[in-house]
């Protein structure tokens, strides 16, 4: 169940010292599927100027793969704002410690949860 909070408060957004604090998902992953979908448009390109009409289809379908997990991954996630103290926080803590974001709010929310549990079954 964690998990599942985990992925709808990573949409999180505040403002820190003017800048804009994003946390959506994590970069690497981002950067990763920016990059399998180039590749496979570039692959869909070159099948179709060979008039390599199998590899074609196979490359369209790909990219188009690749569109709906980043679709997917956007319309899944539920932005919520955090407080600009806390913002600042995270990221210090992040920058701090060189822990992602993912891992902090999921230590936070963890322990929060765990002590709403503890209250309602006393």
Same mark, same amino acid.
């Given at each position: ?21 994003s946390i959506v998902g994590?970069?690497?992953?981002n950067v990763s599927l ?16 060979? &008039? @390599? ?8 379908? =790909? !990219? #188009?793969?690749?569109? /709906? ?28 410690? &060189? @822990? ?8 936070? =929310? !963890? #322990?929060?949860?765990? /002590? ?7």
């Open positions: 169940m964690s998990s599942v909070l985990i992925r709808r408060v990573i949409g999180a957004a505040s403002t820190v010292d003017g800048r804009k604090a994590s970069l690497s992953d920016s990059i399998a979908a180039v590749l496979a448009l570039v692959g869909a390109l070159d099948a179709f100027v060979g &008039g @390599e009409w199998d590899l074609f289809v196979l490359f369209v379908a =790909l !990219t #188009a793969l690749l569109g /709906g997990v980043w679709l997917r991954r956007r319309i899944d996630r539920v932005s919520t704002t955090l407080r600009p103290d806390l913002a600042k926080w995270l990221l210090d803590q992040s920058r701090a410690t &060189g @822990e992602r974001f993912e891992d902090i709010i999921d230590r936070g =929310l !963890t #322990a929060y949860r765990s /002590g709403m549990v503890d209250q309602d079954e006393s």
